[in-house]
């Protein structure tokens, strides 16, 4: 008498084997074989697969770090830069200033202020600027931060997460 699945072979009838003992052992075989054969077959790739994602992801993320750390530096030296050239700027124009205002008359005066508020107001448009092109870069390292750990979360944190914001932005608060 062969045993398979639950059902027993008798003189070349299939019935119902009720000795527990033994299907049950033949049932757990046949269940842990097809569960191994559905981890290697299905499991084990996608699972690889993915890894070969994120592990991507990570690089692209280190290169877009590094990118935006380049960034900032320069940013960093163009601000400096901007400053020194300022502050000269502004010895500059204060010193013609004085030398100018003693040298011409009083309808002078009204032409050479103007043209030194022009200068200042250009002056503090340049700071504007460049405290604007740093405040982009640092914007870029925090995009960077908050991208990599919304990376690390699980697909249902990030699922979440997207549709808490999505309800803060319309203005609603949590729930439906």
Do not use: C
Request: aromatic fraction near 12%; proline fraction near 1%; charge should be positive.
């Amino acid at each position: 008498m062969s045993i398979l699945f639950f059902l027993a072979h008798q003189e070349e009838s299939f019935s119902l084997n009720f000795n527990i003992l033994e299907t049950n052992v033949v049932n757990i075989l046949l269940l842990i074989g097809l569960i191994f054969y559905v981890k290697t077959t299905s499991l084990d790739p996608n699972l690889k697969e993915r890894q070969e994602t994120i592990f991507r992801q990570v690089e692209n993320i280190k290169k877009d770090l590094f990118t935006a750390t380049e960034y900032y530096y320069l940013a960093e030296q163009a601000s400096s830069q901007n400053k020194f050239w300022l502050e000269s700027l502004q010895k500059f124009y204060q010193e013609e200033k004085k030398n100018v205002l003693e040298k011409i008359n009083t309808t002078s005066l009204v032409a050479i202020n103007s043209n030194i508020v022009a200068a200042q107001n250009f002056i503090t448009t340049i700071e504007k600027k460049s405290f604007l092109l740093l405040q982009k870069y640092i914007l870029y390292l925090v995009a960077g931060k908050i991208l990599r750990k919304f990376l690390k979360l699980s697909e249902k944190e990030q699922s979440q997460f997207i549709e808490t914001t999505l309800l803060k932005l319309r203005g609603e608060k949590n729930g439906h």
